[in-house]
């Protein structure tokens, strides 16, 4: 078990609020990723990733005995890659993250909040895979679908401001 890994440089182990704090390790670190390669990278990085977390978290279930444990935010850093893979989904240079014309940042700011909302919340699907999947699959699955979801809806926000933007 790789105790680095699984709680993201040890992220996991703030003591208050260790998801959101994973959250916040990993959406800089995406966008970084965003900057200097593209959404394609981001998104087979986080597959990549996704795949050894549930494995290495399986491990640590069968040692301990506890399943998602609170420390463990590598599933935070799949869901908010997820998410930012989604929306923005665009390469921007250093100099252009802040452009409101690109919607990089608002839209990578907007995919945070929407993805802690929904893991959070755990609507439909994202609790019931909560819920009911066990082991890694359970710990990394509803944080996956969380960071589609959140992707999706922060695409479909940013392209309806585009849409109704000439009409204000």
Known sequence: MNWFFITLGYSGLAPKAPGTVGTLVSLPLGMLILIYFDAQTLFLATALISIIAIKEINKYEEKTGTHDDKRIVIDELAGMWFALSVAPALTVGMGEVCSLENGFL?????????????????????????????????????????????????????????????ML
């Open 106 to 166: 608002v839209q990578s700011l907007l995919s945070f909040v929407l993805f802690r909302y929904f893991d959070i919340a755990k609507p439909s699907i994202i609790g019931r895979l909560d819920r009911e999947a066990k082991g890694g699959v359970g710990v990394m699955g509803d944080d996956i679908v969380a960071g589609f979801t959140a992707g999706i809806l922060s695409a479909s926000i940013w392209q309806g401001y585009l849409y109704i933007q000439p």
